[in-house]
């Protein structure tokens, strides 16, 4: 016997037009490309994402169609989200910080038909349009006057022309609730990008659940600056949380440094915001010599890597704001977990809650998690036992774009690449990526702890710990370490550094001075590359 | 084309399971009919859900059976939630306070199976069980040696020899999220009472909404206590929302006086309670005259019907207490607005934020709601004009139980049968119930504005207004007054306390002083019984 409730669909349409019924005169506030802030209102995000989805029924793209963009976080982008998704087209976020020729890969990959980019992204379209052999438009993301004369970009329009001219009269189509609105790739490390493509109904479901108290926690009384760029999963699904509660957005437009950052969260009351360590320390780093503080801002989540202790600390008692671990991944929406403490760890003491802190959290209603052994065979969640980490949920993607038949699922759970404890209480923690754990005697070596402890060193800079092959014990740890500028620093000190921080057998068997460590578009160290920088490195002893 | 991602069931099964898996050890404290506090956790209320789905499976209940309960709140009955829908079967929560003629026939219209009681009802369950034709099985909520002997009810178990002996060994069923969950019936002031058959989908999607920080802000750093019935709506659907969360629930049983309230609240840490306001003045009672305080509460959600000025002054200025108004209906599973500022009303003075905080509240993100006059035409969003107040959604009704032919949509919106106003902001208030208000000379006068200024003079305890026939004006208004004992009050009197409050043409014709007004099962005033009272009443000057 079915329920006789309503049937409506979760649409990314209801969310803007959510945010202008009831939202309709709260701010969204841009730092453009240009250096300008441009201000306007949910309402005229609505109005001007009816004309995006106009200029688009113009050109007669079908459903389906992908659109793709390689643009700041900034108003534009945002119409674009909600007009491209909300009329039945796929919205594509390129990553420019990939290589051209990797961006050309995707473009043609996802088929992509339209292309809007920031005009700071000029040269790099310039770069690889001609090989997209798919994309019959491209729209800068700029006013008529400002669209360069000659280009070389084949029917370039300025944006402004586009989807200006359109009236603002439209209904939304009443899609299927499974209909696909975005599509992400994961700059994998090894392997060619893979797509994850996601549905109105994932993502309606995963605003709601990231706007949870236990989650991000927003509201109507927040301002909220996504710093996490918007071509990075949706700057974790941020645009559609934020219109669900009809907060006030600020975007930070290409400036990231300490100081624009710091001004904009000061100039425009935020309350929130969300990103990657790498920015925040940016930002402390601005503020501390100056003696600066918050005036607004209550908390940030943090994501993408994990969030050094000091940071927290930094945050939490210099600056009164709390610091949220936040862990999730392209194939997620990208939420899985957020790290907040229950009402029983409310009474503990501040170096427990630190503890707690570390880890990546607890899941949100909506994922399910477990950690397995190389059997399949589900671990304890004791806190200790480590193990490969599955996921699922209903913002968990089944399978990538155009790799249907090849389902990435094992019975049904998303193996994540990561290796985790859970503890009793839920509390996940990262210890490794699947690929980076060092099996040593048939005992697992976090590499992520080695260099955790490397980076302790107040000479260091920057350290990677990976895995050499050893014929006695499968595998030795190798830390490779970059040095401060000016410290000196010995392999004999680094390795006397480690005693009594972990298990003997855990402390790395050498220490590699290098330059610099590789890394990838979005800042995570290259292991791949790394080894193969040490292809004709021996152990010591062999 | 279709996302990729997995498709996974929005199901009550999958709110107890995750409460079990990242919340067994939080506490679930219920104040038993007995008198005792009972106390486990998350991972005993799954355990024995678990116990239920198979004591339902052994008697070969049916899928979409009904399951009635006639039980206060408690984890019986918290078990009952889970049991009864997690299997498949439909959860119906019986009131008990309406009349046993009631009960019987909505246990009828229902087509119960099984009846399971709180020991305190079983004078009840004599009274009707013979008119109930459906019910086979009667399951009294207690231990087995708490069993009566001859209770005349025939084969009556006790719960705990029912579901004790089965084993938790049990898979919840992966059901279409569409298939009935639950069945509340209105206790309709007029004609039949009718049912609302709630979904897996609208509960869960419903229990996300309500949990949202714009709403009722439920986190695993809450206690809750819901003193709402969980046969009124489902206790407004914290049973499940405190499940999705990983809340503390404390359940108070049948002891609502302001003492066992206060003592409960204390005891377990209470930091959020929800109820209608008859209950929090008499909390508010107990006390006042002790100089007593909270020390842990730090908001309530009121509900039911408009909360007076003075309690929400009281909570917030003497108690420090944050209370907010909250909106619906058993059409609506309920919640459909709750009075949360946005960001820019924090800056508001104190006068104009109550004035604010009187108002019903906005929609949280999933209902739309919109005023029309007598002709459907939509009404503005001025905070001025009144109109009737239509409502949809995914947890709104699209039919009432078993009347699937008689759509009660208008145009596929739910007319509420409340008269409303709507301002710029998105905040509704109820200015009347449709049938309720007093057409007036071609103006509508709202018969709970009279009231309301009624009520704030010093020498009343209730006030109900009417509309009269009146040859000239269609209607005109009468208020019908309960005096507060030992003082004095004359006609005149109210009538000049009117003068200045209102419009001249907006104060009521005449007082009629009566001994006390006629209030349903759920303490709504009964204003057709009251007319049928006034059958021979003639406005002055007729």
Known sequence: MLGLMQQQSLLISSLIEFAENHHGDTEVVSRRVEGDVHRYTWADVARRSRQVAKALDAQNLPQGARVATLAWNGYRHLELYFGVSGSGRVLHTLNPR?????IAWIANHAEDQVLCFDMGFLPLVQAVHSHCKTITHYVALC???KLPQDSGIPNLVSYEAWMGQQSSEYSWPDLDENTACSLCYTSGTTGDPKGALYSHRS???????????????MSARDAILPVVPMFHVNAWGIPYSAAMVGAKLVFPGPALDGKSVYELIESEGVTFAAGVPTVWQMLLGHMKPAGLQFSHLQRTVIGGSACPPAMIDAFREDYKVDVLHAWGMTEMSPLGTVCTLKNKHLAMDAEAQMKLRMKQGRCIYGIEMKIVDENGQALAHDGKVAGDLLVKGPWVIASYFKQEGASPLLDGWFPTGDVATIDADGFMQITDRSKDVIKSGGEWISSIEVENIAMAHPAVAMAACVGMRHPKWDERPVVCVVKKPGVELT???LLQFYEGKTAKWQIPDDVVF???????????MLKTRLRVQLADYVLPGL
């Open 514 to 524: 290098v330059d610099a460590i590789p890394l990838g578009a979005t800042g995570k």
């Open 143 to 145: 006013d008529a006057d």
């Open 491 to 493: 392999r004999a000190q």
């Open 98 to 102: 990939l290589h051209p020729d990797q």
């Open 203 to 217: 993502t309606v479901l995963h605003a709601y659940a990231s706007a949870l108290p236990d989650s991000m926690c």
